[in-house]
């Protein structure tokens, strides 16, 4: 069963960055780089949104409009790990981040999520 956990919330004054992680493990039929990474979000009374993802092959990346020249999305495929570098960030920044793998024969996974806040 794999198994997300992300880290690197917390409150950050708008301008700020913050670098979020997302450590994966629980890999038995395909590894880690064979798993196409995302990071969402969800702010309170909305649905949730994608923010960017990063395919398998060939680590190619997309972004959400809202988030484009602010946010980077990376993978370590030696530490099963992604990552999402967050820079000027805004208030409308401000939702419970998610992480999610997805491959097409073994399923898709979710993290438990963590808060971002970005407020003065």
């Known amino acids: 069963q794999v198994q997300l956990v992300e880290s690197g919330g917390g409150l950050v004054q708008p301008g700020g960055s913050l670098r979020l992680s997302c450590a994966a493990s629980g890999f038995t039929f395909y590894t880690f780089s064979r798993y196409t990474m995302s990071w969402y979000r969800q702010a309170p009374g909305k649905e949730r949104e994608l923010v960017a993802v990063i395919i398998s092959v060939g680590s190619s990346t997309n972004y959400a409009d809202s988030v484009k020249g602010r946010f980077t999305i990376s993978r370590d495929n030696a530490k099963n790990t992604v990552y999402l570098q967050m820079n000027s960030l805004k208030p409308d920044d401000t939702a419970v981040y998610y992480c999610?793998?997805?491959?097409?024969?073994?399923?898709?996974?979710w993290g438990q999520g963590t808060q971002v806040t970005v407020s003065s």
């Open positions: 999610g793998a997805a491959h097409q024969r073994a399923g898709t996974y």
